[in-house]
């Protein structure tokens, strides 16, 4: 199996939105979402240059959308590095 990795931010993306999720839709369905971002973390992983490459963010950085999320990447020799999980209006202020 592929390998992927969280950054710092990206682990703390995902525990935000977990947190988020609970506030405001529970624990089940928060749960659901963020084994579905797991998965889609492991689809990257498997297959990274299937999605697009967004170099007009940040040089090298490819893009996954799951859900309202965004899942920003590098991809390495040995795994996909995940550098942020954002939503659409988060964008800016994360890569300032």
Do not use: W
């Amino acid at each position: 199996m592929a390998k992927y990795r969280l950054s710092t931010a990206a682990d703390q993306d995902f525990e935000q939105l977990f947190g988020y999720g609970i506030d405001n839709f529970g624990l089940a369905q928060a749960k659901s979402y963020v084994d579905g971002l797991i998965i889609q973390f492991q689809s990257i992983a498997e297959n990274p240059l299937h999605y697009q490459a967004v170099d007009h963010i940040r040089k090298g950085y490819r893009r996954s959308v799951y859900g309202k999320h965004a899942i920003y990447y590098l991809v390495s020799s040995d795994c996909v590095d995940v550098m942020r999980i954002l939503r659409a209006e988060n964008l800016k202020a994360a890569f300032e």
